[in-house]
């Protein structure tokens, strides 16, 4: 009986090899997990270039808009491109949120990603406007240093500074209302 | 007469050692051992030292600032492993589960050599049991 016993081994080497492989079948490659929420937002420092529709959340082009200053509101730092087809998916969604949650001190801003700022400006008024203001990152700086692979990519910064989630890919309006009420509920309830 | 040469010599002495353009500095080499290890966030596969993407670029742009700012090549790459994590890596860390990729061709090929051994050793064995066999046959036949 060779072949049982042969038939045995391979079952003991082959099988669990075959589980880890299956294994990485379930991983989706796109999901790269970040380090970054629970630790400090890497700050920045950058311009407007495209003020804002909405009353509470404009800026005037020109403006430079710090990080620091914004300690004490919840951020939502959205990263985009005109040339990204995602981008449009999200851009309603992201509007919805920030004009729905702009009385409780949420602030939006687009970040635009290697791009230049007359297509952002050109793609925003195709989209009918956007409520939030955008600035510019030359040279991706502030991209590299929040870890971005693509866009779009989101990030939610805490009252206190700190990356409360990241989103890679489109945001829905649920998905992103939903965290930014639990980062406000947990403000509310120190 | 020996006022020209001193000066000549002088000159020389004081002149910045610059590289002929397209020369290798040593900070080109540094930045090349650098982004050789990291992956490109856009092509996944390839280092950002050989990709072509807008990002590997301006990644390969910081790890230049980085380097000439006086960091080291390791805290470099701290800076990139604190943005991207783990995965920035080109070569996994071998440690925790990574230990697996680095240990399983290790096992296989181990386990092939031996049975490949014990295969080779049993085909070339002189066949000592059917020829005892062979034996007791002729014994049988001979009772």
Same mark, same amino acid.
Request: hydrophobic share 45%; proline share 8%; net charge neutral.
């Given at each position: &009986?060779? @072949?049982?016993?042969?038939?045995?081994?391979?079952?003991?080497?082959? *099988?669990?090899?075959?589980?880890?492989?299956?294994?990485? &079948?379930?991983?989706?490659?796109?999901?790269?997990?970040?380090? *970054?929420?629970?630790?400090?937002?890497?700050?920045?420092?950058?311009?407007?270039? $495209?003020?804002?529709?909405?009353?509470?959340?404009?800026?005037?082009?020109?403006?430079?808009?710090?990080?620091?200053?914004?300690?004490?509101?919840?951020?939502?730092?959205?990263?985009? $491109?005109?040339?990204?087809?995602?981008?449009?998916?999200?851009?309603?969604?992201?509007?919805?949120?920030?004009?729905?949650?702009?009385?409780?001190?949420?602030?939006?801003?687009?970040? *635009?990603?290697?791009?230049?700022?007359?297509?952002? /400006?050109? @793609?925003?008024?195709?989209?009918?406007?956007?409520?939030?203001?955008?600035?510019?990152?030359? #040279?991706?700086?502030?991209?590299?240093?929040?870890?971005?692979?693509?866009?779009?990519?989101?990030?939610?910064?805490?009252?206190?500074?700190?990356?409360?989630?990241?989103?890679? #890919?489109? /945001?829905?309006?649920?998905?992103? &209302?939903?965290?930014?009420?639990?980062?406000?509920?947990? /403000?509310?309830?120190? | 007469?020996?006022?020209?040469?001193?000066?000549?010599?002088?000159?020389?002495?004081?002149?910045?050692?610059?590289?002929?353009?397209?020369?290798?500095?040593?900070?080109?080499?540094?930045?090349?051992?650098?982004?050789?290890?990291?992956?490109?966030?856009?092509?996944?596969?390839?280092?950002?030292?050989?990709?072509? $993407?807008?990002?590997?670029?301006?990644?390969?742009?910081?790890?230049?600032?980085?380097?000439?700012?006086?960091?080291?090549?390791?805290?470099?790459?701290?800076?990139?492993?604190?943005?991207?994590?783990?995965?920035?890596?080109?070569?996994?860390?071998?440690?925790?589960?990574?230990?697996?990729?680095?240990?399983?061709?290790?096992?296989?090929?181990?386990?092939?050599?031996?049975?490949?051994? &014990?295969?080779?050793?049993?085909?070339?064995?002189?066949?000592?049991?059917?020829?005892?066999?062979?034996?007791?046959?002729?014994?049988?036949?001979?009772?």
């Amino acid at each position: &009986m060779d @072949w049982k016993r042969a038939l045995a081994v391979t079952g003991a080497i082959g *099988l669990p090899f075959i589980a880890l492989l299956a294994f990485g &079948m379930t991983r989706d490659p796109r999901q790269i997990p970040s380090p *970054l929420p629970g630790r400090s937002a890497p700050l920045w420092e950058r311009a407007v270039f $495209a003020s804002g529709d909405d009353a509470v959340l404009r800026r005037p082009v020109g403006d430079t808009v710090r990080l620091t200053d914004l300690r004490g509101r919840v951020v939502v730092l959205n990263f985009w $491109a005109s040339w990204c087809l995602a981008c449009r998916g999200e851009h309603a969604d992201l509007s919805f949120v920030a004009t729905e949650r702009a009385s409780q001190g949420v602030q939006v801003f687009g970040m *635009l990603y290697n791009d230049t700022e007359p297509n952002g /400006v050109r @793609w925003i008024r195709t989209m009918g406007g956007q409520p939030y203001p955008s600035v510019a990152d030359p #040279g991706a700086r502030t991209a590299i240093d929040y870890g971005l692979y693509g866009v779009p990519e989101t990030f939610v910064i805490d009252p206190e500074g700190k990356v409360a989630h990241k989103f890679i #890919g489109p /945001v829905t309006a649920q998905g992103l &209302m939903k965290v930014v009420d639990s980062v406000l509920a947990a /403000v509310a309830t120190p | 007469m020996i006022l020209p040469r001193v000066a000549l010599l002088v000159l020389l002495a004081v002149q910045p050692v610059v590289p002929p353009p397209g020369a290798d500095t040593v900070l080109d080499r540094r930045v090349r051992g650098v982004a050789q290890r990291l992956r490109c966030p856009v092509c996944q596969g390839e280092s950002i030292q050989e990709s072509p $993407a807008e990002l590997a670029v301006q990644m390969k742009g910081v790890v230049r600032e980085q380097l000439a700012e006086g960091k080291s090549e390791r805290e470099v790459m701290d800076y990139f492993l604190a943005k991207y994590g783990d995965w920035i890596l080109l070569e996994p860390r071998a440690e925790g589960l990574n230990l697996v990729v680095y240990w399983v061709p290790v096992i296989f090929l181990a386990i092939g050599g031996v049975t490949l051994f &014990m295969a080779v050793r049993k085909w070339t064995r002189p066949d000592a049991v059917v020829a005892n066999t062979d034996t007791a046959d002729t014994e049988v036949d001979a009772s």
